[in-house]
T-cell receptor, first 115, second 115 residues
Framework: ETGVTQTPRHLVMGMTNKKSLKCEQHLGHNAMYWYKQSAKKPLELMFV???????ENNSVPSRFSPECPNSSHLFLHLHTLQPEDSALYLC??????????????FGEGSWLTVV | AQSVAQPEDQVNVAEGNPLTVKCTYS??????LFWYVQYPNRGLQFLLK??????LVKGSYGFEAEFNKSQTSFHLKKPSALVSDSALYFCAVRDPGSSASKIIFGSGTRLSIRP
């Protein structure tokens, strides 16, 4: 149990579907993240929310749409995805305070397959 | 600019033998350094971190890591490997003056422990 819960753990969707990934953190953190992990590629930071404001959006295609309704919940809305979007999507959280360690804690991930 | 390198894609060790997973980094000033482990079909799990102080840091599951400033290294070690240690290990670095989202992850080293 990491304190960061992701659902669903596995998702198969067609290219015309709309689905969402959900993340909830129980660590009292004020920052949340979406990462993408593909085979044979480095971890890619997609989005960062700090105090519910999006502070980073690393050139992610608009078919990925994040939502952070409060500091404990983070969603990734998926629409018109491509097969190359198939990957493990990791949610993470941390405290984001100056001059502190701000260790990032990850969820178990959501395996996404686009067919 | 900060960077981190894990020079070995794969490390193979016999059960009961000591193991080392290598990591070198580049960052201006004193770094924050982290190790994470990823078991099959799971998310990244925080193992240990170096902030300041004692160069030998102890973490979960009997792992430890040694910070060596002159060699800019932060190698992960364990005196006696277990088959259950087989997993993917990530080293990460961050400039203490930056936010948590600026953490840089290495490409990962797959550790395989044979019975």
């Amino acid at each position: 149990e990491t304190g960061v819960t992701q659902t669903p753990r596995h998702l198969v969707m067609g290219m015309t579907n709309k689905k969402s990934l959900k993340c909830e953190q129980h660590l009292g953190h004020n920052a949340m993240y979406w990462y993408k992990q593909s085979a044979k590629k480095p971890l890619e930071l997609m989005f960062v929310y700090s105090l519910e404001e999006r502070v980073e959006n690393n050139s992610v295609p608009s078919r990925f749409s994040p939502e952070c309704p409060n500091s404990s919940h983070l969603f990734l809305h998926l629409h018109t995805l491509q097969p190359e979007d198939s990957a493990l999507y990791l949610c993470a959280s941390s405290q984001d305070r100056p001059q502190t360690t701000n260790t990032i804690y990850f969820g178990e991930g959501s395996w996404l397959t686009v067919v | 600019a900060q960077s981190v390198a894990q020079p070995e894609d794969q490390v193979n060790v016999a059960e009961g033998n000591p193991l080392t997973v290598k990591c070198t980094y580049s960052v201006s000033g004193n770094p924050y350094l982290f190790w994470y482990v990823q078991y099959p079909n799971r998310g990244l799990q925080f193992l240990l971190k170096y902030i300041t102080g004692d160069n030998l840091v102890k973490g979960s599951y009997g792992f430890e890591a040694e910070f060596n400033k002159s060699q800019t290294s932060f190698h992960l070690k364990k005196p006696s490997a277990l088959v259950s240690d087989s997993a993917l290990y990530f080293c990460a670095v961050r400039d203490p003056g930056s936010s948590a989202s600026k953490i840089i992850f290495g490409s990962g080293t797959r550790l395989s422990i044979r019975p």
